[in-house]
């Protein structure tokens, strides 16, 4: 399966400000995800990272709060904009297995932010 | 959309004993039922996965059923070990495209 490299792993951020998160796999993937998982909770879907095109987001996130790039097959950045202690979570990187159906998920690391 | 309820939300059980974690989803639609692991400060990795044209799958310890007329799936572990300590969760997708619909987890506690 796919190696996915997440940074930062984690960090500390003041209230108003954006960090991006950064996530390189090692081979092309067709498909590629963003997930939140808050403290104790379940991972839920962010976004769809498209190449070439707009993200794909799910009810609830909007491009402004969470604008997303994918340049190529293999790299994608998820920012998150004016943070606020709510956006303290882990965000996850995925990508869809190729070889075994776009279905199956190998997930990064995960950054985990804490938003003071 | 879809949906994914899991239960129990937490599962203690002795150590060689058995346990068993229920999902059920709503769309019918969906063909595929992957089953996470967590550990604490882990990510998710996958341990189990079951697609709609297969009642039954089994890797070593771990079995996973799947009854799509009643849209229900169960993981089964057998002979836990301290190990198998970990929250656990299931996830569906097929009916709008790749992407996962996760349940809620399942905090399962081997005990010695």
């Known amino acids: 399966s796919a190696v996915i490299s997440q940074k930062p792993s984690r960090d500390i951020c003041q209230r108003g400000t954006s960090l991006t998160i950064q996530c390189q796999v090692d081979s092309q993937v067709t498909m590629m995800f963003w997930y939140r998982q808050q403290p104790g909770q379940s991972l839920t879907l962010i976004a769809t990272a498209n190449q070439g095109s707009e993200a794909t987001y799910e009810s609830g996130f909007v491009i402004d709060k969470f604008p997303i790039s994918r340049p190529n097959l293999t790299f994608s950045t998820l920012t998150v904009s004016n943070m606020s202690p709510e956006d303290s979570s882990i965000y996850l990187c995925?990508?869809?297995?190729?070889?075994?159906?776009?279905?199956?998920?190998?997930f990064g690391a995960g950054s985990r932010l804490t938003v003071l | 959309g879809e949906n994914v309820e899991q239960h129990p939300s937490t599962l203690s059980v002795q150590e060689g004993d058995s346990a068993v974690i229920k999902c059920t989803y709503s769309d019918s639609a969906s063909n595929y039922f992957p089953w996470y692991k967590q550990e604490l400060g882990k990510r998710p990795q996958l341990i189990i996965d079951i697609r709609s044209n297969v009642g039954e799958k089994k890797d070593q310890r771990i079995a996973v059923t799947l009854n799509k007329t009643a849209k229900h799936f169960s993981l089964h572990i057998t002979e836990t070990q301290p190990e198998d300590s970990a929250v656990y969760f299931c996830a569906a997708s097929g009916g709008g495209g790749n992407k996962l619909t996760f349940g809620t987890g399942t905090q399962l506690k081997v005990e010695l």
């Open positions: 995925s990508v869809g297995d190729s070889y075994s159906g776009a279905n199956v998920l190998t």
